[in-house]
């Protein structure tokens, strides 16, 4: 959709504004933290390097691009009266409409008369002395707040395959995150896209149906299962609407925020017909239900993630035609679930295209460089009129990373995180004062604008307290730092999860010094997240320090 809407002025150049908080990004944790922050009655200004609102559903335009939480959970929950008057269109929705929903939501808010767009976030400096943040963009404009509120997401730095010639090629080449504002034509085309995770399993069904030849480069398979998407009727929105109190509440019980609860038995002590039964319905269900509604123990148990895996690995078999092409399409170096399942609309039935290629690049064909005609392997060079390089993001810490972030005697946040991030709750970090994290290392991952909005509601409270008794500072204790970390790595250390290379576990090929597993988020029950948070709260941040 074309930006078209008004945008809060700049200073001219020379002049540092000055705010009681400064934002990073204006995707939902940004929009959500102004709200609260205009609430509490404080100045603030959010920074933003798109054109307009959205954060991820603002960046990611490439075709096939959805959410894989239910709609009707995934939007704000604040307003009753925005909850109300938004009709979701479908039960999975897809980037167009998230963008529109984001964009009413920035409209009945009036959000945008305190955004800056096209202005990128190159450095955030503490001075001490002066209990302050000195922010500087890309055009060296700065500005200078009381408190600083990252809200960068955990999927924003996106990544470009570290394959030689890369720049050479000739034609069109795209990453997903950055995908033109205008639909990409692949009709006659032949393309090539590197990569088969969760965004090219979106992406792929949708290109093939257009390319006259797409051929596709797997690095590693991903496990996925099916999304079952649907429309929504009007009648089922008005059922919906009169029941979203006791879906939220619904939500806030279950370990990730969604509307699934893992089934309290272990799976080899269920029978197997049950079992596979069980599987069955899960897998012809919409949404997270196989992943998250499965047996509690398939992500933790290695011979019970190996039945599942088996179970899964049969329905490929089943969907693709090709014995060979399904084969290569089943994950061997990790089990179902251990990597987060993306969730698919004919994935595995686009390679019965005749218009469909896929390479295996780790077994059969390692890809030696990107040329200027296309791509060339260890057999042969293909020649390509675009290339797609879904190839992912430097999870978590990654934003982060590219923002020089400096706290006290001129810490760098990036060394203080080098071999790994230490916070408390994932939303404060030692040495950083008046930094608040939404959606930081180590705090609870799931169903996204929840998690968002239990963060910003923690922060938000926080920064109450700090006015009602005249602080103009708080930090973490280092105590309490060290508490969490413990409790995070100790959380993840029985998953088996943790035991496979991801954006989750920090290792991304592409980026240079992310060889090595680290723990990027709490990977405990998100209800026990949420108790901790709110007796931290009642207790009156007895936890922090205040001056």
Known sequence: MPDTHVVAERPAQDQVATYDAIVIGAGISGMFMLYRLRELGMTARVFEAGTNVGGTWYWNRYPGARFD????TYGFSFSKELMQEWDWKEHFSPQPDTLEYLNHVADKFDLRRDMQFRSTVTAAHWDDAANQWTVTLESGQQAKSRFLCTAIGILSAHTLPAISGRDSFHGPAYHPARWPHTPVDFTGQRVGIIGTGATAIQA???????????????????????????????????QIKSHYEEIYAHCATTPMWFIHQADRRNTLEVPPDEREAFWEKLYAEPGFGIWLGNFRDIGVNEKANAAISEFIAGKIRQRVKDPKVAEKLIPKDHGFGARRVPLESGYFEAYNRDNVTLIDTLQDEPIERITPKGIRTTKQEYEFDVLIYATGFDGVTGAFDRIDIRGTNGLRLKDAWAESPRTYLGMLAEGFPNMLMVLGPHTARGNIPQAIEHSV???????????????????????????????VIKAAEKLLSSKVDSWQTGVNRNVEGRAVRRVLGYNGNGVHFRRTTDEVAKGGYKELMFR
């Open 457 to 487: 509601e923690f922060q938000a409270g926080m920064l109450r307290f700090v006015q009602q008794h005249n602080y103009t500072r708080v930090e973490t204790r280092p105590e309490q730092v060290g508490d969490w970390t413990r409790t």
């Open 69 to 72: 939480s239910e709609s009707w």
């Open 204 to 238: 792929i069904p949708e290109i093939a149906k257009q390319a006259q030849q797409l051929t596709i480069f797997q690095r590693r398979p991903n496990w996925a299962a099916p999304l079952h998407n649907a429309r929504i009727s009007k009648e089922e929105m008005e």
